[in-house]
């Protein structure tokens, strides 16, 4: 059974490793005489519990600057975002307010450049019955307001709402939660990568291994490409183009090019070495099989066991091609 991931944006949780029976007095040095204030941190930490005994993969945020560092990093099928936040002590008590508004607006700048559906964003408030407002701008901006309750009925309503959610997006795109995809690309330069990885990803959902072996040695492919032609243009162009020929070097060519200069792009990271050579040609090869032969050897299984090598080796292709000095 697939996992939804799940982020709860909340400076309201206590951080993890205080123990229960240590919370109120750890956060009554902090805010002394606030007891109202104080008393809604266990609550919010049996929400999370209650989410994650429901089966949902939760991550929590604790902090805005926290929260905006997992939205770069990390695709998530439901956002809950607390619009106040007034326990984050970098967070401006002028924007205090408002807060969860720009994390909204951070995850969906992040998905502009994403092959994911949208995060489902859930705006979590206490104050949408004094401030109506703000649950209409929610729906406005296709957000769904939940009232933010501190107690047991507070956490099986928001447990029940994202049940609700998880069965409408399993039934409107079951094939596209994250732990059904094999690249999990976040941060993707334009819309022909883009492209490329969602058809990748469609192919893996539909267990066809062959073409996938395809697309996967495509892909690597166009990386190099583009790598070896920002870092070195014209004046290097015979590194990655057959000027005779008027086509790209083969792809041996290519890696075997790539090898030889890995040492010009230590500027940018000094991880590209000799084991990630290997593992483009691994690609290379699994590619070259599906399209030149039945290969009864490749397995979708196999394609899921190397997933993180795989994410690993793409993720670091993009990332020096994006910081190539130009």
Same mark, same amino acid.
């Given at each position: 059974m697939t996992r939804l991931k799940v982020l709860f944006a909340?400076?309201?949780?206590?951080?993890?490793e205080i123990p229960d029976e240590d919370v109120v007095a750890t956060l009554e040095k902090i805010y002394p005489g606030d007891n109202d204030f104080i008393n809604c941190f266990l609550p919010m930490?049996?929400?999370?519990?209650?989410?994650?005994?429901?089966?949902?993969?939760?991550? &929590?945020?604790?902090? $805005?600057? *926290? !929260?905006?560092d997992l939205i770069k990093t990390?695709?998530?099928?439901?956002?809950?975002v607390d619009l106040r936040w007034d326990a984050d002590e970098k967070v401006l008590r002028s924007q205090s307010d408002n807060i969860g508004w720009a994390i909204c607006d951070a995850l969906e700048e992040a998905e502009k450049n994403t092959a994911f559906p949208p995060t489902f964003q859930i705006v979590y408030s206490s104050r949408f019955q004094r401030e109506p407002h703000l649950a209409?701008?929610?729906?406005?901006?296709?957000?769904?307001? &939940?009232?933010?309750? $501190?107690? *047991? !009925?507070g956490s099986q309503a928001l447990l029940a709402t994202?049940?609700?959610?998880?069965?409408?997006?399993?039934y409107k795109s079951g094939q596209h939660l994250l732990d059904d995809v094999l690249l999990e690309v976040v941060d993707i330069p334009?819309?022909?990568?883009?492209?490329?990885?969602?058809?990748?990803?469609?192919?893996?959902?539909?267990?066809?291994?062959?073409a996938l072996s395809v697309l996967v040695r495509k892909l690597l492919e166009n990386l190099v490409i583009d790598i070896l032609r920002k870092q070195y243009g014209t004046e290097g162009k015979s590194l990655f183009y057959d000027i005779k020929r008027h086509r790209f070097q083969d792809f041996s060519d290519l890696i075997e090019n790539l090898k030889e200069k890995q040492a010009d792009f230590h500027y940018v990271t000094d991880s590209l070495?000799?084991?990630?050579?290997v593992d483009i040609k691994s690609y290379k090869e699994k590619g070259n099989s599906g399209a030149h032969?039945?290969?009864?050897y490749t397995t979708i299984d196999q394609f899921k066991q190397k997933r993180d090598n795989l994410n690993y080796l793409v993720q670091l292709l993009f990332r020096i091609l994006k910081n190539i000095s130009s």
């Open positions: 909340d400076d309201q949780i206590p951080d993890e930490r049996h929400a999370v519990k209650t989410l994650r005994d429901g089966y949902y993969d939760v991550t &929590v945020a604790r902090t $805005y600057a *926290e !929260a905006l990390t695709h998530f099928d439901i956002a809950i209409i701008r929610a729906a406005q901006e296709s957000k769904l307001p &939940v009232f933010k309750s $501190y107690n *047991e !009925a994202v049940n609700f959610i998880d069965k409408h997006l399993s334009d819309d022909f990568y883009k492209k490329l990885i969602e058809e990748i990803n469609q192919l893996y959902q539909n267990r066809l291994v062959l070495d000799n084991r990630i050579i032969s039945i290969d009864t």
